[in-house]
């Protein structure tokens, strides 16, 4: 800090010191004392006392819980997946992937595919998939499975 | 030799708030003597318009008193009522959205002494009114506290629930920003 900081902030420190002096000088305290008094004795003291035992911070801070709690559930119900249609193939207890089928779930899969006007048109789809396999190709596969 | 007079003892502030917490209404009366002109001061220096000076006082003081409860001495009184009157003020410029300034010639007209050294001394403060209008409102406060009051940041810090630290930076930039628009 050079020596004008220095002045300059002298002299906005006096500057500070007399802002308001006026209008303070101006106030009639003894009014004031009494009219504070004459209202603390007219509001009794547990006027308003509900709202002011809550500190002003706390009730900031659950609104904003409350803001971000219902902005969540909002975002969840724009954004949400619309409900995934039927199984195309319904094996009991299948899983997402074919090695964790048991042995016996896999032949019962096995004997759906096999069915002829099985539950679903092996010729709709355009990828090769399980259903498009034969009875024997199956049935290898489930050996290779079981090891 | 005559034996000494007694000299009778000043109550301390924390007297004082246990007296009036015990009911005695004039303890609350002699804490309104004692600090209204120092809050007064400040809600002036924050904007506080002349015309509204005296409401504003006593609504700082009925908030005090309310909440006194809640007064663990963790700083002296009189700064715990200045934040509590930068509060009341914050209340009061919401409601009315704008400053209402003074008219020039009517400080003018209730002078004493120079009337140019007057109008001078006059157009400073007003301008350092305004520029620290445009302060954010924690920065208007510890400066207030600092440079107007002459607290210590520690007992700012303890008053406004920050750190001797956090309220030494706020206060110079309070100076920065209050030196560039003076300038």
Same mark, same amino acid.
């Given at each position: ?8 902030? &002298? ?6 010191? *007399? ?7 101006? @106030?009639?305290?003894?009014? &004031?004392?009494?009219?504070?008094? &004459?209202? =603390? ?7 308003? *006392? +509900? ?14 819980? +409350? ?8 975002? *969840? ?13 319904? +094996? ?17 899969? =096995? ?16 990828? +090769?998939? @399980? ?6 190709? @199956? *049935?290898?596969?489930?050996?290779? @499975?079981?090891? | ?26 303890? !609350? ?14 809600? !002036? ?18 908030? #005090?008193?309310? #909440? ?5 001495? %963790? ?35 209730? !002078? ?21 209008? %445009? ?11 600092? !440079?107007? %009051? ?16 956090? #309220? ?16």
């Amino acid at each position: 800090m050079n020596h004008n900081d220095a002045v300059n902030d &002298t002299a906005l420190r006096q500057l500070a010191e *007399r802002l308001g002096t006026r209008a303070a000088e101006r @106030l009639d305290v003894e009014r &004031t004392a009494e009219a504070v008094v &004459t209202r =603390l004795r007219q509001e009794p003291r547990g006027a308003g *006392r +509900v709202w002011a035992a809550f500190d002003p911070a706390w009730l900031r801070i659950a609104a904003a819980l +409350v803001l971000v709690v219902g902005a969540g559930l909002v975002a *969840r119900g724009a954004f949400q997946p619309a409900p995934l249609s039927e199984p195309a193939l319904a +094996v009991p207890g299948a899983g997402p992937e074919l090695s964790e089928l048991s042995a016996p779930q896999l032949e019962e899969l =096995l004997r759906t595919v096999a069915e002829p006007g099985g539950a679903r048109d092996a010729g709709a789809a355009p990828d +090769v998939g @399980l259903e498009d396999l034969s009875a024997p190709q @199956l *049935r290898a596969l489930l050996a290779s @499975l079981e090891g | 030799m005559s034996p000494a007079e007694p000299v009778a003892a000043v109550p301390t502030d924390a007297a004082l708030i246990a007296a009036w917490q015990g009911g005695d209404e004039q303890a !609350a009366a002699e804490l309104v003597r004692r600090h209204a002109r120092a809050l007064a001061r400040f809600l !002036a220096g924050g904007g506080a318009p002349e015309a509204e000076l005296d409401d504003l006082v006593q609504e700082a003081f009925i908030r #005090a008193f309310r #909440a006194l409860d809640r007064f663990r001495g %963790q700083c002296r009184f009189r700064t715990w009522l200045l934040t509590i009157g930068g509060n009341v003020l914050k209340d009061a410029f919401r409601r009315a959205r704008r400053v209402r300034v003074v008219p020039l010639d009517e400080e003018l007209r209730s !002078a004493d002494g120079d009337p140019h050294e007057h109008a001078v001394a006059l157009e400073a403060e007003r301008r350092l009114g305004d520029a620290l209008g %445009q302060l954010p409102r924690l920065q208007r406060e510890v400066f207030l506290l600092r !440079a107007q %009051q002459g607290f210590e940041y520690e007992e700012i810090a303890a008053a406004l629930g920050t750190t001797p630290g956090a #309220a030494r930076v706020h206060y110079h930039h309070a100076v920065k920003r209050l030196k560039e628009y003076l300038e």
